[in-house]
C-alpha cells in the first residue's frame, strides 16, 4: 500500500516510515506549507491521491511557534479533522491518528481530547504513553538523567506513573493496524509495566551498571521557575506545559495490540 504519513520527519513519524518499508508498503513523506492550511480539508486533497491510508502523526508540545497562534488546538484538533474529511471525500479508509495518553487540564491535553472526540469513529486512534527508543527527546532526557550520582526532580514528576512502549512496538502495531482487513479499534498504546518516572530512572541508572543515585526534590517554586524558563527558551522539552503532563499519570491497563502478540519491555533495547 501507499501510506501518507503527516509528521513523517518526527520521532514516531520516522520509525513508522521504516516499519512500512520493512514490510513492503510505500511511505509518502509529505506535508503542507503554511501549517495554517492544514484546518482546510481542500488542501489535504491533492495529497490523497493514489494512497490507500494515511497516519497523522503532527504534533508539539508548545502553544506557539513560528508566529502561529493555537498552535496546539490546530495541531491536533482542527488539523486532523480536517484530514479526515478529505479522507472522507476521496474514499480513504484507513486512518491513523497519533494522540496521547494524557491527563490535566494543559491546553496540550485539551487539544488532544478535542482531537479524538473529532475523530471518533471516523480513525483508528492511537493513544500512547510515553514512547522510548532511539531519537526520542524523553527517552534521551531520562537517559540522561540516569548518568548522574544525584537526581533532582520535582516531586510531581518523580511520582507520576508512566507505562513505556517502545517506539518499534508502537511503529509496527500501526503497520498492523492499516492492513487490517476489518476496521481497527482504538489502541491505548502502553508496555506490559507501568512505575514511576523515579523508578524508571533507577532501572536504566542499573542497566548502565550503575549504583543508586541519591534523589533530590526540587522545591515546587523552583520547579515552576525553570518550566517558565523552558517557555521562554524554547530549546528543549521541559515548559510548563511538560510539568503539567507529568503532575498526571500515563498509565492504564494493558490492552491487546494489533500486533497480536506481547509487547517488549521498555528496556530491551537502547533510548539514545
Known amino acids: 500500500m501507499k501510506i501518507l504519513v503527516i509528521g513523517a520527519g518526527g520521532f514516531i513519524g520516522s520509525h513508522l516510515c521504516r516499519a512500512l518499508a520493512e514490510a513492503g508498503h510505500e511511505a509518502v513523506c509529505a ?27 503532527a504534533g508539539c508540545l508548545r502553544d506557539q511557534a513560528g508566529g502561529v497562534a493555537d498552535l496546539l488546538d490546530l495541531l491536533h484538533h482542527r488539523a486532523p479533522a480536517a484530514l479526515a474529511e478529505a479522507c472522507e471525500a476521496a474514499g480513504i479508509e484507513r486512518l491513523v491518528h497519533i494522540s496521547a495518553l494524557c491527563g490535566g487540564v494543559s491546553a496540550y491535553a485539551r487539544s488532544k481530547h478535542a482531537g479524538e ?33 544525584w537526581l533532582p526532580l ?22 498492523a493496524a492499516l492492513a487490517s482487513p476489518q476496521p481497527p479499534a482504538p489502541w491505548t498504546a502502553v508496555g506490559p ?6 523508578e524508571w530512572i533507577a532501572r536504566r541508572r542499573a542497566a548502565r551498571g550503575l549504583d543508586p543515585a541519591r534523589h533530590i526534590e526540587l522545591p515546587r ?12 527558551a524554547a530549546t528543549g522539552p521541559w515548559c510548563s506545559t511538560a510539568l503539567e503532563l507529568l ?10 495490540s494489533p500486533l497480536g502478540r506481547p509487547l517488549r519491555d521498555a528496556m530491551a533495547g537502547a533510548w539514545t
Open 31 to 57: 506535508g503542507l506549507a503554511p501549517v495554517t492550511a492544514w484546518e482546510r480539508a481542500q488542501a489535504w486533497r491533492p495529497l490523497l491521491v493514489g494512497v490507500q491510508g494515511v497516519v497523522y502523526a
Open 193 to 198: 509495566e507501568a512505575a514511576t518516572v523515579a
Open 154 to 175: 520535582p516531586a510531581e514528576v518523580a511520582r507520576c506513573r508512566v507505562q513505556p512502549i517502545r517506539v518499534e512496538d508502537l511503529a509496527a502495531g500501526i503497520v
Open 221 to 232: 517554586a523552583l520547579t515552576r521557575a525553570s518550566a517558565r524558563l523552558g517557555d521562554l
Open 117 to 149: 472526540v473529532a475523530l471518533a469513529g471516523r480513525a483508528c486512534i492511537v493513544r500512547p504513553s510515553l514512547v522510548v527508543g532511539v531519537g526520542g527527546v524523553s527517552s534521551r532526557m531520562l537517559d540522561l538523567l540516569a548518568r548522574l550520582p
Open 247 to 256: 503532575a498526571h499519570d500515563s498509565a492504564e491497563a494493558a490492552a491487546p
